[in-house]
């Protein structure tokens, strides 16, 4: 279409933009998001590890532990571990929730040892403790014996000055009571086998304690040693002679003659002071209550 020429030019301008490139988004400030909770977390971690117990964090490390597993159908066993529903609708594991009851402890097996021996093993244990017993109750019986004869010497004013020849001790065999000689107080006379005042008031102080107990007994007589030649030569008659006199004192004192089991004559044979044997407290008389049994050790039972 032609117009005139004085008619207008139109122009159209187009503009075209850019030069900055754009923007990027959002993305960022997703990225920075992350980046803040992650260390928020961390630090709550951190803090969560340090306010907690050893107890806490050994059940922590068993529950996320493989090697630690329960062999439970849920849970872990440990003391964060989740727990499967009971059948009594309990939130608990019956078999860790309830200790079981402590089982009897099975009796150790027999061994062989014990299998041969037996009922006598037990029948002489019981016989070792029945002879100690006894050999107590006999001990105590020669005790009280021997402190009844040291008070009787005591308060008889007539036997205060012989109590010094009197010697009570116990022996293997049993409890001994000798009645010996001192210078100048002999309880026979030279030579003879009757026995004097001083010697029958010490039997019979002695029958009364022999009385009061129940063992057999045994008497025996002994002489000093006799210096020179020929001397001696009827000590073995003339000691179990005296011991004959003196049990028979014992037996008019009123013990009984089933009682007195032996006596003898031993002469200069165990002399009471063996480096002087002609001292005069070598001549003696010894009697010795018996033991009613041996005492052997345990082992030897």
Do not use: C
Request: proline content about 7%; charged content about 20%.
């Amino acid at each position: 279409m032609a117009y005139g020429d004085n008619a207008p030019t139109i122009i159209i301008k187009k503009v075209k933009k850019g030069g900055h490139g754009g923007h990027h988004g959002g993305a960022w400030k997703v990225a920075y998001a992350d980046f803040v909770t992650a260390m928020m977390a961390f630090f709550l971690l951190m803090w969560l590890i340090n306010t907690t117990s050893p107890e806490q964090k050994r059940g922590i490390a068993d529950y996320f532990a493989p090697a630690s597993v329960s062999q439970t159908t849920s849970g872990s066993g440990g003391i964060l571990a989740g727990t499967g529903l009971s059948d009594t609708g309990a939130k608990t594991d019956q078999s860790s929730a309830t200790p079981s009851p402590p089982q009897p402890q099975s009796p150790p097996p027999k061994t062989d040892k014990a299998d041969k021996a037996g009922p006598g093993a037990a029948s002489a244990s019981t016989d070792a403790a029945t002879q100690a017993a006894q050999a107590k109750a006999e001990a105590d019986e020669f005790k009280s014996a021997a402190e009844s004869l040291r008070q009787a010497l005591q308060d008889m004013p007539e036997l205060a000055e012989l109590s010094k020849q009197v010697i009570v001790d116990v022996t293997p065999e049993g409890l001994r009571i000798q009645l010996v000689d001192q210078e100048g107080r002999s309880m026979f006379d030279q030579g003879s086998a009757k026995p004097n005042d001083r010697a029958r008031l010490l039997l019979r102080a002695v029958s009364q304690v022999v009385r009061q107990l129940h063992n057999r007994i045994t008497v025996s007589g002994h002489t000093s040693a006799v210096v020179g030649p020929g001397g001696g030569g009827d000590d073995w008659a003339l000691s179990a002679a005296r011991a004959n006199a003196a049990r028979g004192v014992l037996q008019e004192a009123g013990v009984e003659a089933d009682r007195i089991y032996q006596v003898s004559g031993k002469a200069n044979s165990d002399p009471l002071y063996p480096d002087d044997p002609t001292l005069p407290g070598n001549r003696r008389i010894a009697i010795t209550l018996l033991r009613e049994k041996p005492v052997l050790p345990p082992d030897q039972t």
